[in-house]
């Protein structure tokens, strides 16, 4: 996997590691864990007037291009200021295929915090809507400064005082190049058939299969300005309806020739949050490299210092059987009163931990400017000599351009502390009752929303919720289960890595 890593360092904090011990921390996680390091994002010094940390916004806009799957921070409060932000920015990384990475936090813990963000995230698709709704109402984003750093101008676009609008000699080429994708012909086809015609990509170069790929995949076709890793649909002339891109997007998908094995690959939904209760050790899943006639692959659980000439003696443990057990106890807590529960303790420490120090900040200034203001204005009636007049009236314009400025940035800032209520959340929980208990997706956020940790024994199974609740008790029921799982002729086979996954 290839990884990036993203430092920053800001000085409010009494106990600050450097930026260079960030790395080094960074880099060795990178390697124990065999990623890729492909770049480094780092903000030195955030300036006093704003946090806009630009690397850390070139990366969310990096990610896009998916170069990189994974983003390693030394922990995770270098990723994000607040709860809000983080939320919003993963919600971008997800779709981009991207994950982040905390090099310090093995063990999970601060419970109550992850079941925040993870509720957050839960919610983003609508949290993302309304963030951006609110940002471009309230500010159109500052859209004139973001146009203007663009960077490479899409095929199909030019800018005109600095802002995008159509070309429209090359727009109809990129609805070709759709328009000839969706309707089945192979990229080499296209390329050679544009070639051909001296057409030329946005750089000026003559096209190929990596310059077509990056134009069928770009979202700005679609009308949606991206800045900062905001979106905002509409915010710039639409070349491509969204049938045609989605069309084109189904076909990549189905055209990538993935190896059979990569596809079957198994996502080990417990990684880490599910350790070995002997040593304590993290279990990590894995796949037998026996295949069946049938093309299945095994997959199980497996405590790290266990195995050959290892440490442990901890047993490993079929993937789908363990996950089905806490799938099962996540779904537990569900019940309509605890999930009242669980929504007023989420809103209660959603606020407590939303960060108001810059939206104070900026208010401060702003009356400070406003009182100059007024000062400034007693002054000028005051004043009989015109050569002074002049410039006082000079410093009011500035003055007023400043505090217009200050009451963006205000705005802005105020779009991000977006306050959940306790109707949403228990919206958002009930809706997760309902979950189809064998999709993937569902059983995901289940464990990210409630799984703290697992201590996993030969005998019994220990789960810690974010929920605050005490460590599960688990019935007799689900112990004599897991006995019989664990300790009958099922693992014995499991252990010789020779069973072959029926459920797969
Ligand atoms: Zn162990």
Redesign the pocket.
């Known amino acids: 996997m290839n990884v990036v890593i993203y430092a920053r360092y800001s000085d409010s904090k009494q106990r600050e590691e450097s930026i260079e011990g960030q790395l080094k921390v960074c880099c060795d996680y990178a390697e124990k864990e065999g990623y890729n390091i492909i770049g480094e994002y780092i903000d030195r010094a955030i300036s006093a007037k704003t946090d806009d940390r630009p690397q850390f916004q070139r990366m969310i806009r990096d990610s896009s291009k998916k170069f990189f799957q994974g983003i390693i921070v030394y922990q995770l409060d270098r990723f994000a200021r607040n709860r809000y932000d983080s939320a919003h920015y993963k919600h971008i990384l997800k779709k981009n295929g991207v994950t982040v990475i905390s090099a310090r936090e093995t063990i999970t813990d601060d419970a109550s915090g992850i079941l925040v963000e993870a509720m957050l995230e839960g919610m983003a698709e609508y949290y993302s809507v309304e963030l951006s709704q609110k940002v471009t109402r309230g500010m159109n984003i500052n859209a004139e400064k973001g146009l203007s750093n663009g960077g490479t101008t899409p095929l199909g676009y030019r800018i005109e005082n600095k802002r995008y609008v159509l070309d429209e000699e090359r727009a109809p080429i990129v609805r070709e190049i759709f328009a000839k994708y969706a309707d089945d012909w192979s990229m080499k086809k296209i390329c050679d058939s544009l070639n051909e015609r001296h057409i030329t990509t946005a750089q000026g170069t003559s096209f190929n299969k990596n310059s077509l790929h990056t134009m069928l995949k770009n979202r700005k076709y679609l009308g949606i300005y991206i800045y900062n890793g905001h979106e905002i649909p509409g915010g710039m002339p639409q070349i491509i309806n969204k049938d045609l891109f989605d069309k084109v997007q189904e076909k990549m998908i189905a055209n990538k020739k993935a190896p059979a094995r990569a596809r079957a690959k198994a996502e080990y939904i417990l990684s880490g949050k599910l350790?070995?209760?002997?040593?304590?050790?993290k279990?990590t899943g894995h796949s037998s490299n026996q295949i069946s006639k049938k093309g299945v692959i095994f997959n199980y659980y497996k405590?790290?210092?266990?195995g050959k000439g290892k440490?442990?003696?901890?047993k490993m443990v079929h993937k789908d059987y363990i996950e089905d057990i806490v799938v099962n106890e996540c779904r537990k807590l569900l019940t309509p009163q605890n999930i009242r529960k669980i929504a007023k303790e989420v809103v209660k420490i959603a606020l407590s931990m939303d960060d108001r120090s810059e939206m104070k900040r900026l208010e401060s200034l702003i009356q400070k400017a406003q009182e100059e203001k007024s000062n400034q204005m007693a002054s000028l009636r005051a004043c009989k000599d015109d050569t002074i007049r002049e410039m006082i009236f000079e410093d009011l314009g500035k003055i007023g351009a400043d505090i217009k400025e200050l009451e963006k940035q205000l705005e802005v800032e105020k779009a991000r502390h977006y306050v959940m209520t306790e109707q949403q959340v228990i919206a958002h929980l009930t809706k997760l009752t309902n979950g189809d208990i064998r999709d993937k997706t569902y059983r995901k956020s289940l464990i990210r929303l409630f799984v703290n940790k697992i201590f996993l024994y030969d005998d019994r199974i220990t789960i810690t919720f974010n929920t605050g609740d005490e460590e599960t008790t688990i019935t007799d029921v689900l112990l004599s289960k897991i006995e019989n799982g664990l300790s009958g002729k099922n693992l014995c086979v499991l252990n010789n890595a020779v069973h072959q996954d029926k459920t797969l």
């Open positions: 350790f070995c209760g002997y040593c304590k050790e279990m405590c790290k210092n266990s440490t442990c003696n901890k």
